[in-house]
């Protein structure tokens, strides 16, 4: 299978990857159910179980970009991942998961698409992660469809993706959907959850003056830090970056309500 292929030298070890997310998932529990551990966790140790998560993902995607720099540029899939501290969550309708059928697993460079806002793996990063282990095999210990949305968002800065544009991409999902079902799941059902829920789509050529996605880059490889967000004039200002002093105490700082909250 093509996702295996890797450079020597450039492969990621996922059973230690994912030994290490098994870890916080465990700590931390899920958004329906956190777990004792996180319950009685003080705040430092709160903040570091959430570090957990977000460093394993960090080191994940550098890797995974690393290498396919190396082996195939002009498939790198930067994505910019838009997500709040107590960003409230609400509930997925019945009519939204329709959305996932209607899009499945395709991207688009400059689409705006739903972010994941809950702790756990979705079947098709589990299938990736596990190299298309049987679910009985795997090291996670969560995984669930898409519950929830939120004012999280991801915007994709890579090719056009679909089984039309790119022949690994069809490879893959043909994989993953021969597993779905040796497994059990019913590949019909909207509230698996698969795919991607797009909500918009960036204008390029007024943004950057290209479509061209390596231009786009370049651009963007300029402005690392989000300042500022502009919604039909409700405006929301974040006058901080992770570099400056202090940086670890006011994410803290910020948190201790929801610290609190799940301390109950």
């Known amino acids: ?27 931390q529990g899920e958004a329906w ?5 996180y319950k009685i966790a003080d705040h430092e140790t709160k903040y570091a179980i959430r570090q957990l998560n977000d460093l394993c993902h960090e080191l994940e995607c ?62 098709i990063e589990v299938f990736r992660d596990e190299d298309g282990k049987d679910i009985d095999e795997v090291v996670c210990s969560s995984i669930s469809a898409l519950q929830y949305y939120s004012g999280c968002f991801d915007i994709e800065w890579g090719k056009d993706m ?11 999902q043909e994989e993953f959907y ?25 204008n390029l050529l007024r943004s950057f003056g290209t479509k061209d996605p390596q231009e786009i880059w370049k651009i963007l490889s300029k402005y690392q830090d989000l300042y500022r967000i502009n919604i039909d ?10 570099s400056q002093p202090g940086y670890k105490d006011l994410q803290i700082k910020k948190m201790i309500p929801g610290y609190i909250h799940s301390s109950k």
């Open 62 to 123: 550098y890797i995974l970009s690393y290498r396919k720099y190396h082996s195939d540029k002009q498939w790198q899939r930067p994505c910019q991942i838009n997500t709040w501290l107590q960003a409230p969550r609400t509930d997925l309708q019945e009519k939204d998961y329709e959305l996932f059928m209607e899009n499945k697993f395709d991207r688009v460079c400059g689409g705006v698409y739903l972010h994941w806002c809950q702790v756990g793996k979705t079947h």
């Open 233 to 242: 004039g409700v405006v929301g200002t974040f006058d901080y970056v992770w």
């Open 178 to 202: 021969i597993w779905l079902e040796r497994n059990g799941f019913d590949t019909q059902d909207p509230k698996l959850a698969l795919g991607f829920i797009k909500l918009c789509q960036c």
């Open 162 to 172: 679909s089984c039309e544009t790119a022949p690994w991409h069809k490879e893959e």
């Open 33 to 37: 159910g956190l777990s004792s551990y």
């Open 1 to 27: 299978m093509a996702m295996k292929m890797a450079t020597p030298g450039l492969r990621i070890k996922h059973d230690a990857m994912n030994r290490l997310h098994r870890y916080f998932e465990d700590l």
